[in-house]
């Protein structure tokens, strides 16, 4: 597994593998699938099952439940590949120091962008369409079945780390949560400075920005 920062493992905000707007339930498709399916799969039974356990509702049980969330999809999410994907060819030009401060906000990030969505999980459906193989990498292909029968597609890739396979990007409707993000950071860096796209992350993730940093929004409503 490619190396994750240990003050980030406690830190993984439960994207649960459905980047794009919501928890939702899933539901076997009819395309073919393959090792990089079934572990996916496997991660979110887990994940609905923390979400559906009755002595974990309520908000007393809010700290306990997003905690085992965090764990259960930590163990699916290359985070640290997919902070230096995010960054491009700015990644280069960062100390060690400054990668490490960045997964950690890139992390921050996403939480404050998913985790109150994962968290109102209401039973939405998604289907295992496809899964495509090349090599140590893997793309899982699906589909979101919204209450008024909207379909969101969100595929997965993934590359293979022994006999594991770990989510590095998201594509929703068509854009890449990746290159989302590389596109929003470069042009700050490029305009500004790393320094300032540090401030803007750290003011998001506290809730005092109203920024444009942020995930690829769906045309489905």
Same mark, same amino acid.
């Given at each position: 597994?490619?190396?994750?920062?240990?003050?980030?493992?406690?830190?993984?905000?439960?994207?649960?593998?459905?980047?794009?707007?919501?928890?939702?339930?899933?539901?076997?498709?009819?395309?073919?699938?393959?090792?990089?399916?079934?572990?996916?799969?496997?991660?979110?039974?887990?994940?609905?099952?923390?979400?559906?356990?009755?002595?974990?509702?309520?908000?007393? !049980?809010?700290?306990?439940? #997003?905690?085992?969330?965090?764990? &259960?999809?930590? /163990? @699916?999410? =290359? *985070?640290?590949?997919?902070? !230096?994907?995010?960054?491009? #060819?700015?990644?280069?030009?960062? &100390?060690?120091? /400054? @990668?490490? =401060? *960045?997964?950690?906000?890139?992390?921050?990030?996403?939480? #404050?962008?998913?985790?109150?969505?994962?968290?109102?999980?209401?039973?939405?459906?998604?289907?295992?369409?496809?899964?495509?193989?090349?090599?140590?990498?893997?793309?899982?292909?699906?589909?979101?079945?919204?209450?008024?029968?909207?379909?969101?597609?969100?595929?997965?890739?993934?590359?293979?780390?022994?006999?594991?396979?770990?989510?590095?990007?998201?594509?929703?409707?068509?854009?890449?949560?990746?290159?989302?993000?590389?596109?929003?950071?470069?042009?700050?860096?490029?305009?500004?400075?790393?320094?300032?796209?540090?401030?803007?992350?750290?003011?998001?993730?506290?809730?005092?920005?109203?920024?444009?940093?942020?995930?690829?929004?769906?045309?489905?409503?």
């Amino acid at each position: 597994m490619t190396a994750k920062y240990s003050d980030t493992r406690c830190r993984w905000k439960a994207l649960v593998l459905a980047g794009a707007a919501m928890a939702v339930l899933w539901t076997p498709g009819l395309g073919l699938a393959g090792p990089a399916t079934d572990q996916v799969k496997g991660t979110v039974d887990q994940v609905l099952k923390i979400l559906t356990d009755p002595t974990l509702k309520g908000e007393q !049980k809010t700290k306990e439940r #997003r905690a085992q969330l965090r764990k &259960t999809v930590l /163990e @699916r999410f =290359d *985070f640290s590949e997919m902070s !230096k994907r995010s960054m491009g #060819r700015h990644w280069s030009e960062r &100390t060690p120091e /400054e @990668r490490k =401060d *960045f997964v950690r906000l890139f992390t921050d990030l996403l939480e #404050r962008a998913y985790i109150d969505r994962v968290d109102g999980y209401t039973g939405e459906q998604i289907l295992y369409l496809e899964e495509t193989a090349d090599g140590n990498y893997s793309e899982v292909r699906t589909k979101i079945m919204t209450k008024r029968n909207q379909e969101i597609p969100i595929n997965y890739r993934l590359q293979k780390d022994s006999s594991s396979w770990e989510v590095y990007d998201i594509i929703i409707e068509g854009v890449s949560l990746v290159n989302n993000y590389r596109t929003q950071f470069s042009k700050i860096i490029r305009t500004s400075s790393y320094q300032e796209l540090a401030k803007k992350m750290q003011a998001k993730v506290e809730g005092e920005e109203k920024s444009e940093l942020g995930p690829p929004k769906s045309k489905v409503r």
